[in-house]
Nanobody, 120 residues
Framework: QVQLVESGGGLVQAGGSLRLSCAASGRIFSIYEMGWYRQAPGRQRELVATISTGGSTTYADSVKGRFTISRDNAKNTAWLQMNSLKSEDTAVYYC??????????????WGRGTQVTVSS
């Protein structure tokens, strides 16, 4: 019913930038909080950043000042601008959203992820 599709990952040198996109589609009534998470090999999935419907944001300490989360409520899309990338940012990045679909309860949805690799 609801799909989240990430794009924009890839290979970048340390110090470079990438912009990830997350587009939500389906029978959507409304989208609440959206967020980005990441999972590196052998590690647990961790929060990167979140953004509320009104634009309030939170960030992991490790990305503050380097990453910026944003969204367009009309387009059901969120972005993660990643600057000054470091090798430790290498991970699969996942989009998450709390979505109220039409006719079904509010639920948390995940995208399939996009790989970000930062070479040193």
């Amino acid at each position: 019913q609801v799909q989240l599709v990430e794009s924009g990952g890839g290979l970048v040198q340390a110090g470079g930038s990438l912009r990830l996109s997350c587009a939500a589609s389906g029978r959507i009534f409304s989208i609440y909080e959206m967020g980005w998470y990441r999972q590196a090999p052998g590690r647990q999935r961790e929060l990167v950043a979140t953004i509320s419907t009104g634009g309030s944001t939170t960030y992991a300490d490790s990305v503050k000042g380097r990453f910026t989360i944003s969204r367009d409520n009309a387009k059901n899309t969120a972005w993660l601008q990643m600057n000054s990338l470091k090798s430790e940012d290498t991970a699969v990045y996942y989009c998450n959203a709390y979505v109220k679909p039409i006719g079904t309860p509010l639920s948390s949805y995940w995208g399939r992820g996009t790989q970000v690799t930062v070479s040193s």
